[in-house]
């Protein structure tokens, strides 16, 4: 059965280092979204991406934050200077309409030392 | 206005008992319910979606759904320990983003 893969598993940066977050969404979707968990916390939605550009983002997703589909495969989120308070389990989502359910990735743990 | 809430929990039900999980939001523009099942240090998995009022069967789970009182719920009949999981209910709004309540953590007793 088709899934969402995301690497790494465990990112581990610097404060203020820069640090991509790889996805490869289900390959005939068209949505891609990004979301992130802090520990014990709820699942919070970051941006929504469809037809190359992004269509939805929550206030969290500032200029620190940049989505991209580099390739007909890849999504990657990129968080151009990390902080401790970007430490999270980041889930890549895919869906093949807007309207029907999203599938979630295995999600990449990114912890900010 | 908290836009999804769920009641926190933890819920307690024996095996074999039915397992209700509410969720209520402020979005009367929202258009898909979906209720989730997450596991702790794992992702989100789709249990059930819901686009219309009313219920929604699927083996063991049934979603209701009420747009009028902006209400959806879950029930589980037959609970089973592997059932204990938190429980995260997610609406789709006006536009394409999807927000989750913060989650019922529901455990069965053998």
């Known amino acids: 059965e088709p899934e969402v893969t995301q690497t790494p598993s465990h990112q581990v940066t610097q404060m203020g280092q820069e640090v991509i977050l790889r996805c490869v969404p289900i390959s005939n979707h068209l949505y891609f979204y990004w979301y992130r968990q802090i520990l014990g916390q709820k699942v919070e939605f970051l941006v929504s991406?469809?037809?190359?550009?992004?269509?939805?983002k929550s206030e969290i997703f500032d200029d620190q934050f940049s989505v991209e589909r580099p390739d007909g495969s890849n999504f990657t989120l990129k968080i151009r200077s990390t902080k401790l308070e970007d430490s999270a389990m980041y889930f890549c989502?895919?869906?093949?309409?807007?309207?029907?359910?999203?599938?979630f990735g295995p999600g990449t743990r990114l912890t900010v030392l | 206005q908290k836009e999804v809430e769920q009641n926190s929990g933890p819920l307690s039900v024996p095996e074999g008992a039915i397992a209700s999980l509410n969720c209520t939001y402020s979005?009367?523009?929202?258009?898909?319910f979906f209720w989730y099942r997450q596991y702790s240090g794992k992702s989100p998995e789709l249990i059930m979606f819901i686009y219309s009022n009313g219920d929604k069967e699927d083996g063991r789970f049934t979603a209701q759904l009420n747009k009028a009182s902006q209400y959806v719920s879950l029930l589980i009949r037959d609970s089973q320990p592997s059932d204990s999981a938190t429980y995260l209910c997610?609406?789709?709004?006006?536009?394409?983003?999807?927000?989750f309540g913060p989650g019922t953590s529901l455990s069965v007793i053998p």
């Open positions: 997610a609406i789709k709004t006006s536009y394409d983003k999807v927000i």
């Open positions: 979005d009367r523009g929202s258009q898909s």
């Open positions: 991406f469809y037809n190359n550009e992004i269509s939805e």
């Open positions: 989502a895919s869906r093949i309409t807007s309207y029907n359910e999203q599938f």
